[in-house]
C-alpha cells in the first residue's frame, strides 16, 4: 500500500474511534456538575492578554469526559494556581446542551465533547483544539497532566 494511501487509512480510522469517543460521552446517566458550581475565575475576563481553557461537555458525560474536566483542574491547581489567581489564565465549562451557550458552541464547532485553548494576545484570539489529546490522555492523570502543562507553558511564553 502506497504511503498516502496509507495515511488515508490511519486518518480514517482515528476520525472513526473519535467518533465513537464522543458518542460513547453521551451515554451516561451521570449528571455534569451544575454550571452554579463552576470556577468562579469565569468572571475574570479582562482586557489583559491571557489563556481560557475550555471544557465543551454535554448533560450527560462518560468516564473519560468527566476525568478530562477533572485532570484540567488538577493541573491548573498543581502548577498554575497564581496564574489562575491573577486571571493569566482562565478556566471555562460549558454544557453545549445549554441554550444559552449556543453562540460559543458555534462558534468553536464544540458539539461534542471538546477542549480548546484561547490564547487572547493584544485581544486577537487563537483557538487551539485540544479535543484529541484530551481524550486520548483524559483516563491517565500523570501523562495527561505532564503534557497539558507544557501544552500551557509553551502558550504563556506568548502572552
Not at 495515511?7 to 452554579?36: E, M, R
Not at 475550555?54 to 450527560?60: I, Q, R, S
Request: net charge neutral; charged share 30%.
Amino acid at each position: 500500500m502506497k504511503k498516502g494511501a496509507m495515511n488515508n487509512v490511519k486518518n480514517t480510522i482515528g476520525l472513526v474511534l473519535l467518533s465513537i469517543l464522543l458518542f460513547a460521552c453521551q451515554a451516561s446517566d451521570k449528571p455534569a456538575q451544575s454550571d452554579a458550581t463552576k470556577t468562579e475565575t469565569e468572571a475574570k475576563v479582562t482586557g489583559k492578554n491571557r489563556i481560557e481553557i475550555l471544557d465543551f461537555y454535554g448533560t450527560h458525560r462518560c468516564t473519560t469526559c468527566q476525568n478530562i474536566e477533572a485532570n484540567t483542574r488538577y493541573t491548573l491547581e498543581k502548577a498554575f494556581s497564581q496564574e489562575v489567581k491573577d486571571g493569566t489564565i482562565v478556566f471555562k465549562t460549558i454544557n453545549f446542551d445549554k441554550k444559552e451557550n449556543e453562540e460559543i458552541v458555534t462558534e468553536y464547532m464544540a458539539y461534542g465533547t471538546s477542549l480548546f485553548f484561547n490564547v487572547i494576545v493584544d485581544g486577537k484570539e487563537n483557538h487551539i483544539d485540544l479535543s484529541e489529546f484530551s481524550f486520548k490522555w483524559g483516563d491517565n492523570q500523570a501523562k495527561y497532566a505532564t503534557q497539558l502543562e507544557a501544552k500551557i507553558r509553551e502558550q504563556l511564553k506568548k502572552l
